[in-house]
């Protein structure tokens, strides 16, 4: 499956964009879908994940960023409010086949789907 990124852009600090991503076909709710993002010269990390209804966040984004799917149209949405200059990054969406660790989404090597990545820049 192939996978495709939209809905970033420049913002200023304190406000919201929602980031999408499509799959190219269906996805199983049994798959982890995830969201990784990467700053200019660091490493890539952990943003947030969902199976079926359970989801994961890092700590940077718990409380600000909500992750959710509709899988009738195989598309997940990472919802980012009150967004901070740190925040700025390459967003990339993942899909991943299912685990009984949903734990195991924290980690890019779950995944075996990347989408090419959508740029968020924000102004303080």
């Known amino acids: 499956v192939q996978l495709q990124a939209s809905g970033g852009g420049l913002v200023q600090a304190g406000g919201s964009l929602r980031l999408s991503c499509a799959a190219s076909g269906r996805i199983s709710r049994s798959y982890g879908l995830g969201w990784f993002r990467q700053a200019p010269g660091k490493d890539r990390e952990f943003v947030a994940a969902?199976?079926?209804?359970?989801?994961l966040y890092a700590d940077s984004v718990k409380g600000r960023f909500t992750i959710s799917r509709d899988n009738a149209n195989n598309t997940v949405y990472l919802q980012m409010n009150s967004l901070k200059p740190e925040d700025t990054a390459v967003y990339y969406c993942?899909?991943?086949?299912?685990?009984?660790?949903?734990?195991?989404?924290?980690?890019?090597?779950?995944?075996?789907?990347w989408g090419q990545g959508t740029l968020v820049t924000v102004s303080s």
């Open positions: 969902i199976q079926y209804a359970e989801t």
């Open positions: 993942a899909s991943g086949p299912p685990t009984y660790n949903s734990g195991h989404y924290r980690r890019s090597s779950a995944y075996d789907s």
